[in-house]
T-cell receptor, first 117, second 115 residues
Framework: DVKVTQSSRYLVKRTGEKVFLECVQD?????MFWYRQDPGLGLRLIYF???????EKGDIPEGYSVSREKKERFSLILESASTNQTSMYLC????????????????FGPGTRLTVL | AQKITQTQPGMFVQEKEAVTLDCTYD???????LFWYKQPSSGEMIFLIY??????QNATEGRYSLNFQKARKSANLVISASQLGDSAMYFC????????????FGKGTLLTVNP
């Protein structure tokens, strides 16, 4: 059974704090993703990683960084949290593309609802 | 650039009836994949169904089917025999060849199933 877990369901932080959101998958997937979800805007990709220590920026990377030291773990870091980073954060993982478009599906964790005061 | 459009912010359906959720897409890639996800109020995104651009038949998974009309660039989700537990947000997403594994999501449709 596929399993993606996130370290917290709810998190409250203060402006200026450094925030770590952790994601772990047990499916041996190469690809991992961080999205944020806001009402009326849908899901937007922040960063993704296609291998250990490899990362690429998504659509909205500003204010975020990521770390992937082990295949199963992908961390999202807010260096200095701001109120406009209050959002739902979703982590996902998938197998890599092979020979063109693959049918791999992204499997999501339960999400972390972050509030920055 | 890839784009997904879901024009129905909200939909209502009576329990046991069928409902269609609309999704249109835009891409210049000949090879792409289309996904539907369900997001209950708990927040987790649940994969429902996948359709590849070269698939000859419409995808089906239990009560879910995908009405794929390639020429119209539409990939509507049909839920048959709606259940109260189907009440949720539904997102259409697309992955195309040049996207480096990225999914582009629509803004979602909130489905409410009435008893």
């Amino acid at each position: 059974d596929v399993k993606v877990t996130q370290s917290s369901r709810y998190l409250v932080k203060r402006t200026g704090e450094k925030v770590f959101l952790e994601c772990v998958q047990d499916m041996d997937h190469e690809n991992m993703f961080w999205y944020r979800q806001d009402p009326g805007l849908g899901l937007r990709l922040i960063y993704f990683s296609y291998d250990v220590k490899m990362k690429e920026k998504g659509d909205i990377p500003e204010g975020y960084s990521v770390s992937r030291e082990k295949k199963e773990r992908f961390s999202l870091i807010l260096e200095s949290a701001s109120t406009n980073q209050t959002s739902m954060y979703l982590c996902a993982s998938s197998l890599p593309e092979s020979g063109g478009i693959s049918t791999d599906t992204q499997y999501f964790g339960p999400g972390t609802r972050l509030t920055v005061l | 650039a890839q784009k997904i459009t879901q024009t129905q912010p909200g939909m209502f359906v009576q329990e046991k009836e069928a409902v269609t959720l609309d999704c249109t897409y835009d891409t210049s890639d000949p090879s792409y994949g289309l996904f539907w996800y369900k997001q209950p109020s708990s927040g987790e995104m649940i994969f429902l169904i996948y359709q590849g651009s070269y698939d000859q038949q419409n995808a089906t998974e239990g009560r879910y089917s995908l009405n794929f009309q390639k020429a119209r660039k539409s990939a509507n989700l049909v839920i048959s025999a709606s259940q109260l537990g189907d009440s949720a947000m539904y997102f259409c997403a697309m992955r195309s060849g040049g996207s480096n594994y990225k999914l582009t999501f629509g803004k979602g449709t909130l489905l409410t199933v009435n008893p």
